[in-house]
Every structure is written in C-alpha cells, then in structure tokens.
C-alpha cells in the first residue's frame, strides 16, 4: 500500500507549497525525535559516572563527556543489596517457563477457533474478546489468597502456571493469523487420513511460526517488564525480578542514581534490542489486532 | 461440515481450564471476601455491603478515583489526538520515515518501571532536565511536578505523551489500509488536504480510532508501575494514589483483604459497564463476526 502511494506521489510534477511542506514535516521529525532520544542519552550518561562525580548537574550533560565507567555495568548486577544480574536470571526463568506455557495452550485455543466447529464456538470467542479487554489486574487480592492458600506464596508458580491456561490476546492473535492459511491444506491432509491433532501438529504448527515469534517477543516483554506480578507472589530479595528490583532501589533514598541509572539501561536494552531485529514482523502483529478490533 | 466435538474441548480445554481457575473463581472469591470484615487481624464476618456504603466516606478512596479519572480525562484526548498526529507525520513519503518510525516507537516497548526511573529524575524540579530546559525558556518558576498536588497527575500524564509512538504504530497501520484511489479520486474531484482528512482519513480511520479509544481509556484505570514508582511511599496518600495503588495498599499493606476485595468488585464492575456500552455503541466492533460466516 505505502509503495503505491510513494508511486503516485512521484509522478506528479514539482509543487513548491508540498516541497516546503515536506522540508516542515522533516525538520519536526528530527525535533521529535531528540525530544525521544536525549533522555537516553542522559541516562547513559549518568550511568557513565563515576562515584565520586556528582551524578546530575546544571546544565545537565546529554552525552557522555569525560567519564566512562563501564564498569558500573559489571558493578551494579553484581551489587549485594540487589543483585541486578541475578534479577535478570530469575526473569529469564519465569520467561522460560510463561514461553513453553503460552505457545502450548494458546496455539491448540487458536486452532480450535479458526478450524474446529464446536457449539458455543462463536459464544466462547466473544467471551475471548472480552477476557481481552477486562483489566483484570483487580483481581489481584483473590488470586493471591488461592495461590497462597495452595503454599504457592514465595515461588515462580504463580507467576508461571497460569501461562499454561492460556492468554485471551494470544488465542486471538494465533486464531487470526491461522485463519489465513488456505483450508486446502487441512483438507488434503483430512483425505490422507490425519485427525485433528495431526493436522494440528504437522500441517499448522510449521505454518505458524511467525505468529508463534511475535507472541515469543511479547511474552518475554510481558514477563521482562511485569511489576505487580512479582511484587505480590515473591518474598526473598534473591528471586527478584528486574522491574521489582529496579523499582525498590528508586524507593529507597539516598541511591547510588549512576548504578540505578545502568541497571535501568541493562532494563530498557534487551526490549529495544528485540524491537530492532524484529520490527517488521512485530509492528505486523500489533497492526492486526488495532485493525481487527 | 460435521461437528468436532469432543475433541474441540481438548483444545479449548487448557483456555477454558484457565478462564474459570484464574478469572471465574476469583471474581466469585471476591465478590463473596467483599461482603465480610476479613482484615490479617481477625476472624472473617459478614458484613452484607458495608465495605461498599464505606468507600462514600473513605477519603483514601475518594483521592484515588480523582486522581484516576483525572488521569484519564486528561491522557485520554491528549494520547489520542498526538498519536494521530504523529502517525501523520509519519506515514508521509519521505526518505529514511523507516528510520524515524523506529525511533518513535522506541519508548513504548521500554517497561513502565524504566520509564518511570528514568522520568523520575527528569522530573525532579531542581536538577531535573525538564525544568532546566524551560528555565532555559524564560519560565522562571516552573512547576514542581511530582512533589506538587496539581502537577503530579500531568507529570504522568507526560510520561505517556513520551510513550506515544505506540498509539502511532497502530494508527499508521490502519492509515495504511486506505485505498490510494480514494485519495486519487478525491483529488480529481477538487478536495484539498482538509477536505480528504475529514471525508476520507477520519471516517476510514474510525475502527482504529475507537480500538484506540477503547484500549487507552482501559489502560489509563490500569496505571500502576509509573505511579508505584513516582510516588513512592507519597503515592499511598498524595496525589499520585491511582485506584489500583489504592487498591494494592488496601489489600497487601493495610491487610484490609475485605475492603480491598469490595474496590475489586467495584474496578471489575466499572471497567466492565464501559466496555460493553462501549461495544453496544459500535456497529464496527462486530466486524471480525460477520467475516466469520
């Protein structure tokens, strides 16, 4: 679509006004974009320095100008009172498990959504959509006391286990992008003699891989970056996660800001990182569901 | 085609599984916990709706739903009408917009916790880098943010305008969607770039927009990492007290599982009336039902 309009857009002779108003649109751009970038640059900066520096100063330093510690990286994952590379293990873990957890259940929803009949079918995919939409982050005092009725309190498995139950965005995000693959495939298969499960397993789930990747990127930005979640379930300082430990080391006073400030970038870098590499297929996936809905 | 049954169930099982442990019980845990005294202290009673008639009186209450709708009036024209500006911007031919796409997304896939560490230092009034810039203006007593009752909610609120490049991507997507020959053929018929925003861009963008307006409303009840990390300990009686803070106090530090269990309801209830006027409102948002059949 966007090449179609470039197309048409070059054709057309010159017009000054449009030429004036492109220049206009690109100097706003650059602007938009230094409003976006020069806090991060700020905030390398800060995580630059040294101790003995005061860490902010007026006029304020967008870039790094004299100090490059790089070692505060080394230092604060490996401080004593918040051991951020540990919360970065732990986090990886809890990702591990909410990984195998949603491909599992959401991927076998999806399939019994866009290729099985079933009654109640349409009912239970408008109870989907719902499920999507409801915040359901209220239901955080009852979910505690099951999972601490069950002595799950203190452990990964609250945080965990529900992933194997499913996840309303990722049943409809797998349902959506299953729907475009051609039935054909299914059928020839149904007249090889393969059940569900078989078509499933061996005609799908290979077809779906892109769709799996974006729900991957989303699960781990979920777990990455989840607050409440550990905040509620986990008691011991060593199975904290990045974002319980980030936010505990701003509430306390009197904080070494150049280590929070690296701890905070060794936060913000493997989503952004992630971004990176995958854009394409990632903006795809969030621009189904924003035109779907 | 025949039915699927049993074996659909199989594969709706895990989803469905989980749709009644982790949502269905709760809410029904909750709603019967709602209507007790329950409190760490001492043995549960019944109460019937005394939790519900005291949240009239309870000043902690009462701040925590003003800061909350006044967060969302707030956020919620601002988010929208930028991030349709921005995607504006963004979706004009000109070369390296890939480049300047990535950049503005950038922020949104950052969590809320980082975000928040980051904006609390450039919050902060003395040394912070926003108040050095508009001292650098002429604004000789800018406000005090965080630390001031009328400044915190817009602090936060610029937080969001910061991460706005996600409401962007979804609107460049749906931007993208509309036929070029509409344009084409609006042009022939002498409409100037007014009239095409009004009679094409805006009606054809309407299912992004309500998809916008939907989310972003819900999303702004659900504000909980940035506050828990700006207000700090202030947040649990200042002006930074959103609902679910509120809510999460009530519940895991005041110990007040009844209480808390009522604001539940009440949050569940809300959130729950204004998606469905919201559905009944739109004719659009039935779209993927119709294409089922």
């Known amino acids: 679509m966007e090449t179609t309009i470039v197309a048409s857009r070059r054709r057309r002779r010159i017009r000054w006004p449009l030429v004036a108003g492109r220049g206009a649109t690109v100097a706003l751009l650059i602007l938009l974009s230094i409003v976006v970038l020069l806090p991060v640059g700020w905030m390398l900066t800060v995580a630059l320095k040294p101790d003995r520096v005061p860490v902010f100063t007026i006029p304020a330093e967008w870039f790094p100008t004299k100090f490059f510690a790089f070692d505060n990286f080394i230092r604060t994952m490996t401080l004593p009172d918040r051991p951020f590379g540990l919360y970065m293990l732990n986090t990886l873990t809890i990702f591990a498990g909410n990984l195998v957890g949603t491909l599992f259940s959401c991927s076998v929803a999806g399939y019994a ?38 002595g799950w309190y203190g452990s990964y498995l609250p945080l965990i286990v529900p992933s194997f139950f499913g996840n309303a965005f990722f049943v409809f ?30 005609v799908i789930l290979p077809l779906i891989k892109p769709v799996l990747a974006v729900c991957a990127v989303f699960v781990f930005l979920g777990s990455w970056n989840d607050l409440l979640g550990p905040l509620i379930y986990l008691e011991r300082n060593s199975q904290f996660t990045v974002a319980l430990g980030l936010a505990n080391a701003v509430t306390l006073r009197g904080t070494d800001w150049n280590l929070v400030m690296a701890a905070n970038l060794l936060m913000m870098a493997p989503p952004v990182i992630i971004y990176f590499v995958l854009q394409r297929r990632l903006i795809g996936g969030i621009a189904s569901v924003g035109l779907k809905g | ?21 982790f949502i269905g019980l709760p809410v029904v845990v909750m709603a019967a916990i709602s209507l007790t005294d329950w409190s760490l202290a001492s043995t549960p009673h019944f109460v019937g709706l005394e939790n519900y008639t005291s949240m009239v009186t309870d000043r902690k209450f009462l701040q925590s739903v003003g800061v909350t709708v006044r967060y969302a009036v707030l956020s919620l024209p601002i988010l929208l009408v930028l991030g349709l500006a921005l995607s504006l911007l963004l979706n004009r031919p000109i070369r390296g917009i890939g480049l300047f796409r990535t950049i503005m997304f950038v922020p949104s896939v950052i969590s809320g916790v980082a975000v928040a560490v980051l904006w609390f230092q450039i919050l902060n009034p003395e040394f912070g880098i926003l108040n050095q810039l508009l001292r650098a203006i002429g604004i000789e007593n800018p406000p005090r943010w965080l630390t001031s009752p009328d400044w915190a909610v817009p602090a936060v609120v610029l937080t969001s305008i910061w991460t706005v490049g996600g409401a962007a991507i979804i609107y460049l997507a749906g931007l993208q969607n509309i036929p070029a020959q509409l344009y084409e053929a609006a042009e022939i018929d002498g409409a100037g770039p007014r009239q095409k925003f009004r009679h094409i861009t805006l009606p054809m963008l309407s299912p992004t927009l309500y998809f916008l307006f939907i989310t972003t409303l819900i999303g702004s009840f659900q504000v909980f990492d940035v506050a828990f990390v700006l207000g700090g300990s202030r947040g649990s009686s200042g002006s930074l007290l959103f609902y679910l803070l509120n809510l999460w106090n009530e519940g895991f530090r005041s110990g007040r599982i009844g209480y808390a269990s009522a604001l539940g309801v009440v949050f569940v209830a809300v959130a729950a009336v204004i998606i469905l006027v919201a559905m009944r409102a739109s004719e659009r948002f039935i779209y993927y039902e119709a294409e089922d059949k």
Request: charge should be positive.
């Open chain 2, 1 to 21: 085609m025949s039915s699927d049954e049993p074996a659909a169930w199989l594969f709706v099982g895990p989803w469905l599984g989980g749709l009644v442990l």
């Open chain 1, 173 to 202: 995000l797998i349902r959506q992008y299953m729907r475009t693959i051609p039935r054909e495939l299914d059928e020839a298969a149904r007249i090889d003699g393969a059940g569900h499960l078989a078509i499933f397993w061996w």
């Open chain 1, 113 to 150: 959504f866009a290729r099985m009949r079933f009654r109640q079918r349409d009912r239970l995919f408008k109870i989907l959509i719902l499920t999507m939409l409801i915040p359901w982050q209220a239901l955080m005092v009852p979910q505690f006391l099951i999972f601490h009725t069950i």
